[in-house]
């Protein structure tokens, strides 16, 4: 971990930390991150009260918000709420922790956040908020489904990254995407500065009828097919690294506007 | 709208086309929308049963999806789903509706898809997942909440474009994002490519208390600030202007990885 000077590191110990998931606020990934953090800041949590993964950049507005008061698996006491990820930054930041947030964390999720799926994830969505916001953050994730995760070094990593964004500027409504492979420290290669690869997946439904004789329908499919290029978030964590990507909001697709604008576009009528 | 010759048209008219959105099936954006592409193909609708608004890029994985056949508003048949507007993608792409789908459109959406909006869109991200699966798609939006609008320019340009998508491919994983003023067709000044803009907003959390003595909040805030940048999507529509911005997933930050390696990240130490 970095070596931080100690008149930075009061400073540290004096940075608000707010963390969120979209594991639910009991989920261990959580737990690992905000031990790790308790070290270097004081650490505030507002997560929802149950698992909204896959839940993208959903807000709420059409009905009311709660926020409990829960007793963490720490002992420590944190907020438990009805809304998404993203609704918890906000949350955090608009005034129900009184404290002003120096830096959000997002996670530690269980499963990758990689390639294509960062437009669904609800984990990257809370970060993204953050960053809508002018609030530096960063998602991070353990890239494997197994049941019991050794979450130790993504969380000592997201202390040591914690403390590095607090000492620099966040480029406008970026964020970071951290991505850390399932294995012990000692196999981890290192730290890698990505950008987001590509994720292929053939998507499948099964159809069953349910005992009243109606449809219904499961979404599912095979594992994704990665596109391996070199530089990639995907191809990082494939070859055993730490992946860290920075993000943003901006979905333009600049290399087809003179495409798209060959094909006479702008020679429609409105009418 | 444009011309299109006599065997191009023959041909356009065994195009199937796929309409979701997020306003929920019996939106009357949606059939409006279907009214007119019922003149260029074969439209199937599969849509939320309910309104889905900033409902992000989600997904349903953890329970099954129902699909039942609904009467729509013009006397026609359609699907309505209990799943996201990126979950009805996935049933009409998947194998739910059995002819192979050329077109997908999402909407048309009664509220703007303008700026760091797009990341929170049921709408587009209807559209993203019919770009993930390889299948031309575009988001179209009248820029208005007023609870009367005249969906008729929006949906005429929308059958424009999607005989112009049928005759182009699309880059990969790349769809249109197409908002439309709110104006009469001679006040609309034409069509413009624009990049994605940017919007502020000066977020909001009202704490109130219910009967029972539970704090509640609600998110809301002012209206969003656009920075009106020439070239971007707000500042397009603030002139006038229909604006169709090409969007990827790709979420990476290039101009910022330089900046995030200087500080050093790739030298932290896992352990």
């Not at 439904?205 to 005992?211: C, F, M, S």
């Not at 391996?228 to 943003?248: F, K, N, Q, R």
């Not at 979905?251 to 409105?270: F, H, K, N, P």
Request: proline share 6%; glycine share 10%; aromatic share 6%.
């Amino acid at each position: 971990m970095q070596k931080v000077d100690p008149i930075a590191r009061a400073k540290l110990l004096t940075m608000n930390i707010l963390i969120t998931n979209d594991d639910g606020v009991h989920a261990e990934g959580l737990i690992f991150l905000k031990a790790e953090l308790d070290k270097i800041g004081r650490v505030f949590v507002v997560a929802p009260d149950r698992p909204r993964s896959a839940c993208g950049h959903s807000i709420t507005l059409h009905k009311p918000l709660r926020a409990e008061k829960v007793a963490l698996r720490d002992g420590s006491v944190g907020y438990a709420s009805n809304g998404t990820p993203s609704d918890c930054v906000s949350l955090g930041l608009l005034g129900m922790i009184e404290e002003p947030i120096d830096v959000v964390v997002s996670g530690i999720n269980h499963g990758p956040n990689l390639g294509w799926d960062l437009t669904y994830s609800g984990t990257v969505s809370a970060a993204m908020e953050a960053a809508i916001m002018g609030v530096r953050a960063f998602a991070i994730s353990v890239t494997s489904y197994a049941p019991r995760l050794d979450y130790g070094p993504a969380a000592r990593f997201a202390a040591a990254l914690a403390q590095m964004l607090a000492e620099h500027d966040m480029p406008e409504s970026t964020l970071l995407n951290v991505n850390v492979p399932d294995l012990p420290p000692s196999q981890i290669k290192g730290v890698v500065v990505t950008r987001q690869g590509k994720r292929r997946y053939s998507g499948q439904l099964e159809k069953r009828t349910d005992p009243m004789g109606r449809d219904y329908y499961w979404l599912g499919g095979d594992q994704p097919t990665d596109s391996l290029e070199e530089g990639t978030d995907v191809y990082a964590i494939s070859e055993g690294w730490v992946s860290v990507t920075p993000v943003h909001l901006d979905l333009t697709a600049y290399s087809s506007i003179d495409e798209v604008r060959s094909w006479g576009i702008q020679g429609i009528r409105v009418e």
